[in-house]
């Protein structure tokens, strides 16, 4: 069975701020995203014992055009609305660009 359902819209938050300077620390996609690792479906981050972190599958560090950046799915907006505000205002807060993924991957 199929759903018919419209996918949820993702945005890469990139590592460059509005006037084109990498964002520091260089580590921060990697941070960001370990503040979500919560965040799954239905709990099911939450709820996975392990002593390593996993990345929720809603917000996940990715290249974009070869920049350290954040792939995160709208989907984080159902789950928990006030995370999905917390990672929308981190790039506001901080200059960083955001653009909508269209289903394009880097190319090595």
């Given amino acids: 069975m199929t759903s018919d359902a419209p996918q949820p819209r993702e945005y890469f938050i990139v590592g460059l701020t509005a006037d084109g300077k990498p964002f ?56 928990e609305p006030r995370a999905w505000e917390f990672v929308m205002a981190f790039a506001r807060d901080n200059g960083l660009q955001v653009v909508e993924h269209t289903g394009e991957v880097d190319k090595p």
């Fill in 24 to 79: 520091r620390p260089s580590d921060w996609a990697e941070r960001l995203a370990g503040a979500m690792s919560s965040f799954g479906p239905d709990g099911e981050q939450s709820r996975r014992p392990s002593p390593f972190i996993c990345y929720s599958p809603y917000c996940v560090p990715q290249l974009y055009q070869g920049v350290r950046s954040v792939l995160v799915s709208q989907a984080l907006e159902a789950v």
